[in-house]
């Protein structure tokens, strides 16, 4: 059981670590033949990103930019409540609100990039040339699918 909730943490703390970097950098849409990258804040070009988006005002990028920053912030505050509940809660419980709080994590996730990918991640909007996903764009995917997993293991885990 103890290997278990470790590894738990470990994941968890990997997903933290790699939304934290998703949201922060600047290469979720690359270009194949100019040496770009667009993030949700700054436009990179030759490795210098003090470029803002030409579409930076715009609402469905207000609202990428808002989900993942509150997914960010449900993941933190899951992993804090399942650290106070692994040290209070009495043997039998189940982590339902550390589980609750992932899957709500794990919702915002999937709403900030659902939007990301219809309005920005197949189009022309960045670059004239053709372009493929970045680093950024598929650590948020695999993001979305860890929290997923992770909440349901909080749903279903019980602390013997």
């Known amino acids: 059981m103890l290997v278990l909730l470790a590894s738990i943490f470990v994941v968890h703390n990997a997903c933290l670590i790699m939304l934290f970097v998703s949201t922060i950098a600047n290469v979720w849409v690359v270009s ?3 040496n770009a990258s667009v993030g949700l804040w700054r436009n990179c070009t030759g490795g210098d990103c ?6 930076g005002d715009q609402d469905a ?6 989900f993942m920053i509150l997914s960010i912030i ?3 505050i899951s992993l804090v409540v ?10 039998g419980n189940r982590f339902f609100l550390s589980g609750a709080t992932m899957l709500v994590c794990w919702l915002c996730i999937l709403v900030g990039v659902s939007i990301y990918t219809h309005h920005y991640a197949n189009s022309s909007v960045h ?17 979305f699918c860890f ?3 992770i909440g349901i ?5 019980r602390k013997k």
């Not at 399942?82 to 043997?91: A, D, G, H, N």
């Not at 970045?134 to 650590?139: A, D, E, R, S, V």
């Open 147 to 149: 929290s997923l997993v």
């Open 50 to 55: 003090s470029g803002g988006l030409s579409y």
């Open 74 to 76: 449900f993941s933190v």
């Open 127 to 143: 670059f004239e040339t053709s372009t493929h996903h970045g680093y950024c764009f598929i650590l948020t995917w695999i993001c």
């Open 82 to 91: 399942f650290v106070f509940q692994l040290f209070t809660m009495e043997k």
């Open 61 to 66: 990028l207000k609202a990428v930019q808002a």
């Open 153 to 157: 293991l909080y749903l279903v885990l």
């Open 32 to 34: 194949d033949h100019v």
